[in-house]
């Protein structure tokens, strides 16, 4: 779009992009109660008996190599998450759908769920992260390739947790976050305007998507 307006010289209205909203505590909040939801239905209550295991969509290390924030994005919404389901709780972060044969991101989930399962897992969560929608790669990877994988390993107990589609929650989380985009247009100054959640990256480059100005929470 900006690239657009400075070939034509057609001017822009004011605008506002939110980059990312990985940490907001709304939406934090959100995937931690669908999965506490989740988790209330396993046999063993006992916390330490039931894996948690966040499935992300994989990216070619490359992307990460160069800058890309969204390794650091997904561990910082994991690290959220569990705070408020209780750091106690067993946990791992793995990923999915490679594509191509080019170096993605690892641990790969099917293989993370054969080796939790070498290792006594018997009860094991699902929870998609990166993933707001219900789509082929939750209904059909998740659902069905990783709930075969998990029976074959000898899992017991295998539950996804639902993506945030339509909750109420979410999408209170979404308002919010919009509300709080136009808020910052108090004087009308600015042309445009990027609003992301801080994170820290350990890779050169921006820690956003975008080359706006960025206004930090």
Sequence with gaps: MHAIVAETGH????????????????????????????LAFFPDQDPSQTHILFSAHSVPVRY???????????????????????????????????????????????ETIQKLARQGVS??????????SEHSETLYEMDILYRDVAAEAGI???????????RADFIEALATLVERALSYRTDGSLHSLCIHTPVTTGTPGPSCACDLRVVKD
């Design 123 to 132: 009860q094991l969560m699902l929870v998609p992260v990166s993933f707001v």
């Design 156 to 166: 017991a107990n295998y539950r996804r947790v639902p993506t945030m589609n339509c």
């Design 64 to 110: 990460i190599d160069e800058g890309d924030p969204y390794l650091d994005h997904t561990k910082r919404t994991v690290e959220l998450v569990m705070e408020r389901l209780g750091t106690q709780r067993p946990h791992t972060l793995s990923f999915q759908s490679k594509v191509g044969p080019v170096e993605w991101l690892t641990p790969a989930t099917n």
């Design 11 to 38: 001017p822009l209205p004011p605008t506002s992009v939110i980059c990312s909203f990985e940490a907001d505590s709304n939406y934090i909040e959100a995937m931690a109660a669908a999965a506490r939801e989740e």
